[in-house]
């Protein structure tokens, strides 16, 4: 559990204000940053304006790791941009 605390939520309100985001993606974003994240599985494109966040799609991480399905397909992370994205062990 990560609590932002007052720093982090007006932290948060720089996000909004400098990519556009909403609140909560914007705590998201400061919560992601005080803990050295640099990747987020989402289907909000929002966070694809945050130059330093790398956004996958759930299918996109799953086929990462043959999560079978039609998305099952071979993913070359790094030539699709995602080059921190590592499936989970």
Not at 12 to 24: H, I, N, P, S
Not at 53 to 65: D, F, I, K, Y
Request: charged letters at 30%; a negative charge; aromatic letters at 10%.
């Amino acid at each position: 559990m990560y609590s932002p605390g007052l720093v982090g939520r007006i932290k948060a309100t720089r996000y909004m204000r400098e990519y556009g985001l909403d609140f909560d993606d914007a705590l998201a974003v400061q919560a992601m940053e005080g803990l050295s994240i640099d990747a987020i599985v989402s289907y909000d494109r929002r966070f694809d304006a945050v130059n330093w966040v790398e956004r996958a799609t759930p299918e996109e991480l799953l086929s990462m790791h043959g999560g079978g399905g039609k998305e099952s397909e071979d993913v070359n992370w790094r030539s699709r941009g995602y080059p921190n994205v590592r499936p989970p062990r």
